[in-house]
């Protein structure tokens, strides 16, 4: 026990000292959709009746609610608001009935739509001219919040209204994309579409994804400022609790990591940052977690009455695979404990087949499959939906390769990029203040001297040959001028001064450690 204590401790001070993201300190920070819509698309409201379906999460950059911006705005008509799971100020307990009724402030109906009806009806449409979205979405499948918005589109197709989604961040990236996809028997309000358990996509690219099979007349009003491989906090956006379990981005992580084994006996605890069972031996569950090396967290066993599991300690939300994590934990579960599978009849599916979007898995399971198996039964399905899902993506969310040097993200002018011989060319100037180097430029002989602690590299424009304290060293690649700017190789100058470098390909994104 007293090695377990120590090690927690060592563990929360390494947690302590490393950033929970890489953020520049010059970023301007993303816009969201519904900002963009009042500033570049207002005419798609202006002298129109306007429904809007939102709850507590559907504020702007600063925090002040979409509605309270409407209700105020002397060109457009708020006419109803409607509510998904949760209610409208998302304070309804999972699963909980929600009423219907009329806003005490704005005496317009409040319906909604996770109470007698959960797609809107004619007469809840009858009165407005366009219907907007504005809801903040955690990247899960099964967050019913993307349901309400399939179920809208489906409605507002039948009755002839547009659809108008205002873009926000998917809190768990663009890049992860992962688990398997849903099988079309198990179309449900928790997984209304033919989607993998981590979808990587915005609510936008989402409903553009619906609409392939909808046809409902739909706009998007994309961010400004966003790339699909940011995470949440590089957003620079608050994070407003989405539902009662999910108060912050911890809970957004480890939704998936931790929830997936509804009515098997594995459960999740202290609002998704704990997984585990009866019965289970939590040393043994959490050796073979951390022995699996899946990236950005750290599995700490921890007992829980006569539940053995193990609480997660995610230190990389760049690398974190919430899909996958949880995979791994259900299936190491099954292996070294006592788990029974619920069964799907003809008439009845079981809500653990309807969270998987399949009844396979409980097979593979039942079978003793390692995780690593049942990654490669569901890799096909996965890969065939990675290559349909391109075709509903924004491009102007296209992620930019990134350097996050010392926890924060470079910028720089020009950006960084990969040249022909696959190595990363950043500009000096980036160099000197992300690594912390003093720069000198010599014109006339086109000569670069970096200079850090005790070390001095000297490179030359256009020359594979680099002097690292005097001795001579080749490259596989040349400093150049580019845009009148002076470009070096990142991890040739980082590597020489004495600092690492490890590259994401999936994130296109250098980190630099310091020594």
């Given at each position: 026990m007293?090695?377990?204590?120590?090690f927690l401790l060592?563990?929360m001070?390494?947690v302590?000292?490393i950033p929970?993201?890489?953020?520049?300190k010059?970023?301007?920070g993303?816009?969201?959709?519904?900002?963009?819509?009042?500033?570049?698309?207002?005419?798609?409201?202006?002298?129109?009746?306007?429904?809007?379906?939102?709850?507590?999460?559907?504020?702007?950059s600063?925090?002040?609610?979409?509605?309270?911006?409407l209700?105020?705005?002397p060109?457009v008509?708020?006419?109803a608001?409607?509510?998904?799971e949760?209610?409208?100020?998302?304070?309804a307990?999972a699963?909980?009935w929600?009423?219907?009724?009329?806003?005490?402030?704005?005496?317009?109906?409040?319906?909604?739509?996770?109470?007698?009806t959960?797609?809107p009806?004619?007469?809840m449409l009858?009165?407005?001219?366009v219907l907007?979205f504005?809801i903040?979405?955690?990247?899960?499948?099964?967050?019913?919040y993307?349901?309400?918005?399939q179920?809208?589109?489906?409605?507002?197709?039948?009755?002839?209204?547009p659809?108008?989604?205002?873009?926000?961040?998917n809190?768990?990236?663009?890049m992860?994309?992962?688990?398997?996809?849903?099988?079309?028997?198990?179309?449900?309000?928790?997984?209304?579409?033919?989607?993998p358990m981590?979808?990587?996509?915005?609510?936008?690219?989402?409903?553009?994804?619906?609409?392939r099979?909808?046809?409902v007349?739909?706009?998007v009003?994309?961010?400004e400022?966003y790339?699909r491989?940011?995470?949440?906090?590089?957003?620079?956006?608050p994070?407003?609790?989405t539902?009662?379990?999910?108060?912050?981005?911890?809970?957004?992580?480890?939704?998936?990591?931790t929830?997936l084994?509804?009515g098997?006996g594995?459960?999740?605890?202290d609002?998704?940052?704990?997984?585990?069972?009866?019965?289970?031996d939590?040393?043994?569950f959490?050796?073979?977690?951390?022995?699996?090396?899946?990236?950005?967290?750290?599995?700490?066993p921890?007992?829980?009455?006569t539940?053995?599991g193990?609480?997660?300690?995610?230190?990389d939300?760049?690398?974190?695979n919430?899909?996958?994590?949880g995979?791994?934990a259900?299936?190491?579960?099954?292996q070294?404990?006592?788990?029974q599978?619920?069964?799907?009849t003809?008439?009845?599916?079981?809500?653990?087949?309807?969270?998987?979007?399949?009844?396979?898995?409980?097979?593979w399971?039942?079978?003793?499959l390692?995780?690593?198996?049942?990654?490669?039964?569901?890799?096909?399905?996965l890969?065939?939906?990675?290559?349909?899902?391109?075709?509903?993506?924004?491009?102007?969310?296209?992620?930019?390769?990134?350097?996050?040097?010392?926890?924060?993200?470079l910028?720089?002018?020009?950006?960084?990029?990969i040249?022909?011989q696959?190595?990363?060319?950043?500009?000096?100037?980036?160099?000197?203040?992300?690594?912390?180097?003093?720069?000198?430029?010599?014109?006339?002989?086109?000569?670069?001297?970096?200079?850090?602690?005790?070390?001095?590299?000297?490179?030359?424009v256009d020359s594979?040959?680099?002097?690292?304290?005097?001795?001579?060293?080749?490259?596989?690649?040349?400093?150049?001028i580019?845009?009148?700017?002076?470009?070096?190789p990142?991890?040739?100058?980082a590597?020489?001064?004495?600092?690492?470098?490890d590259?994401?390909?999936?994130?296109?994104r250098?980190?630099?450690?310091?020594?």
């Amino acid at each position: 026990m007293k090695k377990i204590l120590c090690f927690l401790l060592a563990l929360m001070l390494v947690v302590m000292t490393i950033p929970a993201t890489a953020v520049s300190k010059e970023a301007a920070g993303v816009k969201l959709g519904n900002e963009v819509l009042l500033e570049s698309y207002r005419h798609l409201i202006t002298g129109k009746k306007v429904g809007l379906v939102t709850n507590q999460t559907g504020v702007d950059s600063r925090g002040k609610s979409l509605i309270d911006i409407l209700a105020a705005a002397p060109d457009v008509e708020l006419t109803a608001l409607y509510a998904p799971e949760h209610g409208l100020d998302g304070v309804a307990r999972a699963g909980a009935w929600v009423q219907s009724y009329t806003h005490p402030e704005l005496r317009i109906p409040v319906y909604s739509l996770y109470g007698a009806t959960r797609m809107p009806t004619q007469a809840m449409l009858q009165e407005i001219d366009v219907l907007l979205f504005d809801i903040q979405d955690i990247g899960a499948r099964t967050y019913t919040y993307m349901s309400t918005l399939q179920y809208c589109m489906v409605a507002a197709q039948q009755y002839n209204k547009p659809v108008v989604v205002l873009d926000r961040p998917n809190p768990l990236g663009g890049m992860i994309v992962e688990g398997p996809v849903l099988e079309d028997r198990y179309k449900t309000f928790v997984g209304v579409d033919n989607l993998p358990m981590a979808h990587g996509m915005t609510a936008g690219e989402l409903a553009r994804f619906f609409n392939r099979n909808v046809g409902v007349a739909l706009t998007v009003v994309p961010m400004e400022g966003y790339q699909r491989n940011m995470t949440f906090e590089e957003t620079g956006l608050p994070f407003v609790q989405t539902s009662p379990n999910v108060p912050d981005l911890t809970s957004a992580y480890g939704y998936m990591a931790t929830g997936l084994g509804e009515g098997t006996g594995v459960f999740q605890a202290d609002k998704f940052r704990w997984v585990g069972g009866r019965g289970l031996d939590a040393n043994r569950f959490a050796e073979l977690l951390n022995g699996a090396d899946l990236p950005g967290v750290h599995f700490v066993p921890e007992v829980r009455g006569t539940a053995g599991g193990v609480r997660l300690y995610i230190y990389d939300p760049y690398r974190f695979n919430p899909a996958k994590s949880g995979i791994y934990a259900l299936a190491y579960a099954f292996q070294i404990g006592d788990f029974q599978v619920p069964k799907s009849t003809q008439s009845h599916i079981v809500m653990f087949d309807k969270v998987m979007g399949t009844d396979k898995f409980g097979v593979w399971l039942e079978e003793g499959l390692t995780p690593q198996q049942i990654e490669a039964r569901y890799r096909p399905a996965l890969q065939q939906f990675k290559q349909e899902r391109e075709k509903y993506l924004l491009s102007q969310y296209a992620p930019r390769l990134s350097v996050v040097v010392g926890g924060f993200t470079l910028v720089s002018d020009p950006d960084p990029y990969i040249d022909s011989q696959n190595r990363i060319m950043i500009p000096l100037r980036a160099v000197a203040e992300g690594l912390g180097a003093q720069v000198h430029w010599e014109e006339q002989t086109r000569r670069i001297t970096i200079k850090r602690n005790d070390i001095t590299l000297l490179f030359t424009v256009d020359s594979p040959i680099v002097l690292v304290n005097g001795a001579e060293h080749k490259m596989d690649t040349v400093p150049r001028i580019m845009n009148s700017r002076t470009v070096v190789p990142l991890r040739f100058a980082a590597e020489y001064l004495g600092a690492a470098v490890d590259w994401n390909d999936t994130m296109r994104r250098a980190v630099v450690t310091i020594p």
